[in-house]
């Protein structure tokens, strides 16, 4: 397959924001979700005294502000606060990590470390800043829940001692041990760009070049192993109380088409050290001991926060449509907060993305397209 792309990509970031209906738009990339609590009340303030008052959360893990001025200080205050260790690289630092890593017993390995130093190791190499906006890495620390969303380098712990490296979704066979899993998939990044130029191609994503996958793996060294078939990626997140090995306990729960407000945001960094954005619009807030769990379920339920799983919340994502997108032909925000409160999901609820147009911007793979016509929306089919 041909790359069809004639154009490099115009992903947004904090310093290059993109111009919407509602203000210009920026995009604050968040390695593996983690946010400190410090970091939280910086995306806050800037989100009231420059946006919308809001931080709207992505399904690559990453936040927005919304309705920004042409000219702006959002730059300065991010590099203030470590959230834009480079101005070159800022819009490649796109890392997912298995949610819970760490916090339980479910992974192999524990994935943050993988993430601190991956992304140091992106922003560390100038010729890295060449990667499209698009690239995605995904770290999964062997439970299967990062690795199936279409990352073009991923990480697999297949056990405490033996990592895949995945490229495009598909294992390429290489193997390495943990300790050595970053520099694998930092050369893996290298190849995708040395492939893209051999190619002669803008591709935006590696699976996009001639035989991507299979091209990026044969510029690598690596022992190999027998690929193995990749999970696929859960359509929901799991929200509630996860008991943490220390006897402490993680609170998972799922902002509302992940519209994270301002207020929520300052709770949040009052509740802990820090957290971690999801690309399930779920936030989770590490290491509460046993008897203030109660009381913070409580004060993040009261601000919108949900913690049951069987909610439809969890069912629904939307792109911004009207006011903010000039192409959307609805507000289906508002339309999909409708159809929740008054229980008239289609689909009987099943997980699904509304859409004010064609593009569908933000589309989780798997879920169902319920797309804005101008006269209703169609269901399954654009
Ligand atoms: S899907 Fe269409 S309406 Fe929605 S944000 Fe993207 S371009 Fe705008």
Request: proline residues 5%.
């Amino acid at each position: 397959m041909t790359s069809p792309r004639d154009r490099v990509d115009a992903c947004p970031g904090a310093l290059q924001t993109h111009t919407a209906a509602d203000g210009e738009l920026a995009r604050v990339r968040v390695p593996g979700g983690s946010l400190s609590a410090h970091q939280l009340r910086v995306l806050a303030l800037a989100s009231r005294e420059l946006g919308d008052g809001h931080l709207e959360m992505t399904s690559r893990g990453n936040l927005q502000l919304r309705g920004l001025p042409v000219v702006h200080d959002l730059g300065d205050r991010l590099a203030d606060a470590g959230l834009l260790p480079s101005a070159t690289h800022e819009r490649v630092r796109n890392v997912l990590a298995s949610a819970l890593t760490g916090l339980d017993d479910e992974g192999h390995v524990n994935a943050s470390p993988w993430v601190r130093a991956l992304d140091a190791g992106l922003v560390a190499d100038p010729a890295l800043a060449e990667l499209p906006g698009r690239f995605l890495a995904a770290l999964d620390d062997g439970r299967g829940d990062v690795i199936g969303l279409g990352a073009d380098v991923g990480l697999l712990a297949l056990s405490a001692t033996e990592v895949a490296l995945v490229l495009g979704g598909v294992d390429s066979g290489l193997r390495t041990d943990p300790g050595g899993a970053v520099d694998l998939a930092l050369d893996a990044a290298r190849a995708l760009l040395a492939e893209r130029a051999a190619q002669d191609s803008q591709a935006w994503r590696l699976a996009e070049l001639d035989d991507g996958p299979a091209r990026v793996a044969a510029r690598l060294t690596a022992r190999r192993g027998t690929p193995v078939e990749m999970p696929a990626a859960p359509l929901v997140g799991q929200v509630g109380a996860v008991a943490q090995p220390d006897g402490r306990t993680a609170l998972v729960g799922v902002v509302p088409l992940g519209r994270l407000s301002a207020d929520q945001a300052e709770l949040l960094a009052e509740l802990a050290d820090g957290v971690r954005i999801t690309p399930w619009r779920t936030v989770v807030v590490p290491d509460l001991a046993e008897e203030a769990v109660d009381d913070a379920a409580v004060d993040l339920f009261r601000t919108g926060f949900v913690f049951d799983e069987a909610s439809p919340w969890l069912q629904v994502t939307t792109c911004a449509g009207r006011p903010g997108c000039a192409k959307s032909l609805s507000d289906v925000r508002a339309d999909a907060v409708a159809a929740v409160t008054t229980g008239r999901l289609p689909a009987d609820g099943a997980r699904q993305h509304w859409a004010g147009c064609g593009r569908r911007c933000g589309r989780p793979a798997g879920a169902l397209d319920v797309v804005a016509t101008g006269d209703g929306y169609s269901i399954g089919a654009v």
